[in-house]
């Protein structure tokens, strides 16, 4: 079957920076996403990689490593506001999106 | 822009009524739209896909007589939930895509959820 591993909470200090880390084994691979879910929100895009390597896009870099079947999601100088959910999603060789659970993160002062 | 919108953002209806919730793309073309249905601390479930002009596609364990869509035009799909109960309360979001939007067509675009409470 089809499976995303995410750790279901994190928890980071304001102005550090935090790893979210996803695994999957997925039928086929079309690239992975990173999405960001507030609390009784929509999920809002952050970013997109296809080809290994490291994307990166303001406080937020985005890791792939095909042949391990691992991303992670790279946060620095924490905010306050940084405080939500990510989910990890995978585009399979249906071009159907496959997501995680998830992970909370929290931010402390 | 992309954005997508969804009505009503929230609802509160009777066991055994119905209830329509809209998703509009509306600045640009839906070619697919998405429905899930998000449990709290739970993540995204995708219920079905579809695109404009035909059959949306369930997946599987969703009652495709129970949850009515409908992608009647390229910027408007419809989710009717017939006769709900207490267990269908929960968080309803539509997403789009758009081959000639995004960069990497698969990008999907999400409405700002309609979270629903059977009572």
């Known amino acids: 079957g089809q499976n995303i591993d995410q750790p279901t909470e994190m928890t980071a200090t304001e102005g550090a920076i935090v790893q979210i880390n996803c695994t999957y084994q997925t039928s086929g691979f079309n690239g992975l996403f990173w999405y960001q879910q507030h609390a009784g929100e929509a999920p809002t895009f952050l970013s997109y990689?296809?080809l290994d390597g490291l994307e990166e896009k303001g406080r937020f870099s985005s890791f792939l490593s095909r042949s391990k079947g691992y991303s992670y999601l790279l946060l620095k100088e924490l905010q306050m506001k940084d405080s939500a959910s990510y989910l990890c999603a995978v585009l399979d060789s249906n071009y159907q999106l496959i997501w995680g659970a998830g992970t909370k993160l929290i931010i402390k002062p | 822009g992309a954005v997508v919108s969804q009505h009503p953002s929230w609802v509160i209806c009777k066991s055994g009524t119905s209830v329509k919730i809209e998703c509009r793309s509306l600045?640009?073309?839906?070619?697919?739209m998405f429905w899930y249905r998000q449990f709290p601390k739970q993540s995204l479930m995708l219920m079905a896909t579809s695109n404009e002009g035909s059959k949306a596609t369930y997946e599987q364990g969703v009652e495709k007589d129970k949850f009515l869509i409908n992608h009647a035009s390229l910027t408007l799909s419809t989710l009717t939930v017939t006769s709900a109960h207490p267990e269908d309360s929960s968080f309803y979001i539509c997403?789009?895509?758009?081959?000639?939007?995004?960069?990497?067509?698969?990008?999907?675009?999400f409405g700002p959820g309609t979270r629903l409470t059977v009572t």
């Open positions: 997403s789009a895509t758009s081959s000639g939007r995004a960069v990497f067509s698969y990008e999907q675009y």
């Open positions: 600045d640009f073309q839906a070619t697919t």
């Open positions: 990689n296809v």
